[in-house]
């Protein structure tokens, strides 16, 4: 009987083995979630970023018709007029160096207008490195398949049609047509700040058939006789020789750094490999990332929105980095407009990600965090700042001194860093100084130094915010200080201010408030007033932005039970709200309405933690039965899927963490809150060869309550699971049920890290 069970358990292994080893994981993921958006109301504001893992390009499909708003591409459109190139992070902070093609037929026009066509969802293959359309007015169906710095464009033409294909190279761009090589050079300048004065993406499209040039445009005018345009918008409109073969294949490469890297790139990326063989590539190299997390025991509409959100983590920051001639890393500089050795990444607000996109880097790719190190330090070294909102160059956006606690927790975490001394002086300086635009060091830093607050009344704005981020960063400054072994008072310096919250919070009214300068608290107060005091929230949601320090937090709310009353009354709370500070209701504040979730507010980054802080209180159980409730209501695999900005792989990053069971509540103390995880098992395939396995066999929609835990076989009373336990590999097993049981989790000793225990 045993022999028939070893049999039975070896056999299973190795199909289930085998059947992950074949796993297309890239089949689930759906670009378009998210994509049903819009200025007034963000069920994601994504676009299908048909690209590879942190690519230096992206290609979309576009909608829009004035090449310029953030709403590339939007999922209730009729019409396409461009396949763009782009490096858009969030259609807050627009594009720069984008340039579109599109082929079109019959009489050609070059405005968007004129060029475009109708084309329908039911025709269209969306995958992360695959996408297909018929164009229904050109009777012309397109394919793209990228790599990291080019792409490869298959387009089939009518056969009874001329050919022809636009190029725009938006505004302040310039364009070469060179039939005789089959080849069309460009750059454009587009950018939306952050660039310095020489900023350029150059270009380079080759086709496989001859072509003549039908127009060339400057200012977006028609320019007879020339082959070469720089003026305003340039473009081109060229006429393929397709004979009776209607297929055109073209290959298209670009460059921060000049025409020959460009030129580079594409000989290095695509060289002699054809659409299908790149396309294979491309899959292949998701199917790696993606296969690092490994999900069984759930339905396909739970895989999809999993890996869609898996995938939505892996793009961003963009590798801004490029391989010279000799193999070499160097990059064009978004500060100082160099062309300087080593990596570069960009397009990151940390304010969004420093919660759950870099704790998971850590986690999964610790060596890609290593890479983003080094390229923190080049930022310092060449702008005199850490980047806090770059895109491609420092952008001034949000809040905070966010950079610090992606450095230290990883650092802290035991990532190898070999720039941590540059990073820990570049961090030093963050806490002194303001820097040149207010998202970059720290705005507001002499007030918070001197009175352990920004005061309200002194004219620094989102000023209670500001405080409660500096603090949280200065826990994570605290930490590493000591791990770096700096001097004594340094290190008691940050823990003091770590514990600065607790000047911005109003015992009176058991919130966080605005506070003026003579120490008295803002008035009127209104718990539901969003900006102001805060940042895209309301108190309601910066309530909770005492990452490090729950317990410090819960004392000031007069303990467990007040604190626990008010996590619940979040979700219960009359949905009311003040947007009088903004002027107008701004789309964060509809999100939360149309939730249903009280003042719970998924939709922005500030409350995204709270649901997991009833384990500080020992009610777990609560945690588990709201996670999964905002799994559920919230995350779809469709194009309404998301709930508010995606922003970077954050809103995504936290399906991941919790759909796996857990949360990294408080980067820098290696900890993770535990959740309740949506499948029976997941397994991570950790980068130093482990594995850890999270199994919930008896899992379902209804037994969301972990009833009893074992951590590789033993009894696991703890509300959180330590980052060091899960790189040594093993196994936590879940027991779940319909049922709480309010017996687990509630000992002093199985809550999470508070500073104040
Ligand atoms: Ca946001």
Known sequence: MKKLILVIIL??????????????????????VGTDSRYDL?????????????????????????????????????????????????????????????PVTGEPQFDN????????????????????????????????????????????????????????????????????????????????????????????????????????????????????????????IIRFKTGDDNKVNLEVASSFISHEQAALNLEREIGSRGFDEIREAGKAAWNRELGRIAVEGGSDAQFT?????????????????EFDRQGKIVHYSPYNGKIEDGYMFTDNGFWDTFRAVFPFFTLMYPDLNTRIMRGLANTYRESGWLPEWASPGHRDCMIGSNSAINIADAYLKGIPNPEIEILYEAILKNSKYQGPV??????????????????????????????????????????????????????????????????????TVNFMRGKNEDGTFQSP????????????????????????????????????????????????????????????????????????????????QPIQHMPYLYNYAGVPWKTQAHVREIMDRLYTPLPDGLCGDEDNGQTSAWYVFSAMGMYPVAPGTGEYALGSPIFKKVTLKLENGNTFVIGAPFNSSENVYIRDAKLNGKRYTKNYLEHTAIMEGGELELRMSPRPNMERGTGEEDLPYSTSQ
């Open 11 to 32: 056999v299973f292994g190795y199909q289930s083995l085998l059947l992950q080893g074949q796993a297309d994981y890239s089949a689930y993921v759906n670009p378009l």
């Open 525 to 604: 107060f209104r718990a539901d007033k969003w900006g102001d005091a805060f940042t895209e929230g309301c108190s309601w949601h910066w309530t909770w932005c005492v990452f490090h320090d729950p317990a410090g937090l819960m004392d000031l709310m007069g303990g467990k039970e007040p604190f626990v009353q008010k996590l619940d009354s979040v979700f219960v709370a009359a949905p009311t709200y003040d947007f009088s500070y903004y002027g107008f209701r701004i789309h964060e504040i509809t999100e939360m309405l149309i939730a249903g979730m009280g003042q719970y507010a998924h939709g922005n």
């Open 42 to 102: 963000s069920n994601g504001n994504t676009y299908p970023a048909i690209a590879l893992p942190w690519g230096m390009n992206f290609w979309t499909p576009q909608t829009n018709e004035d090449n310029k708003n953030g709403w590339i591409y939007q999922y209730d459109a009729d019409q396409l007029n461009g396949f763009r190139q782009t490096h858009q992070p969030s259609p807050w902070i627009r594009d720069y160096g984008a340039f579109a093609l599109f």
């Open 305 to 321: 929105t999993f890996y869609t959100a898996l995938y939505r983590t892996l793009l961003f920051p963009r590798k801004f980095f």
């Open 438 to 507: 207010s998202s970059v060091g720290r705005f507001g830093v002499d007030y918070y130094n001197e009175l352990g607050y920004i005061p309200y009344d002194v004219g620094v704005k989102e000023n209670t915010a500001r405080t409660l981020e500096y603090a949280f960063a200065d826990y994570n400054i605290w930490k590493l200080a000591e791990k770096l072994g700096r001097p004594q008072e340094e290190i008691d310096m940050f823990r003091e201010r770590s514990m600065y919250y607790v000047n911005v919070f109003d015992t």
């Open 113 to 236: 207008e004129g060029r475009a066509s109708w084309f329908s969802h039911k025709t269209e293959t969306v995958r992360p490195n695959y996408y297909e359309v018929y164009l229904a007015d050109h009777d012309t169906w397109v394919e793209i398949t990228p790599t990291e710095r080019a792409a490869r464009f298959r387009i089939t033409y009518p056969a009874a049609r001329e050919a022809y294909l636009v190029i725009d190279g938006f505004e302040n761009s310039y364009l070469h047509v060179l039939p005789g090589e089959k080849r069309i050079v460009g750059y454009t300048r587009q950018n939306s700040g952050g660039v310095p004065e020489n900023f350029r993406n150059y270009f380079v499209i080759e086709a496989d058939t001859e072509f003549e040039v039908h127009s060339l445009y400057a200012n977006g005018k028609e320019k007879s006789g020339v082959t070469e345009v720089e003026s305003g918008r340039s473009g081109a």
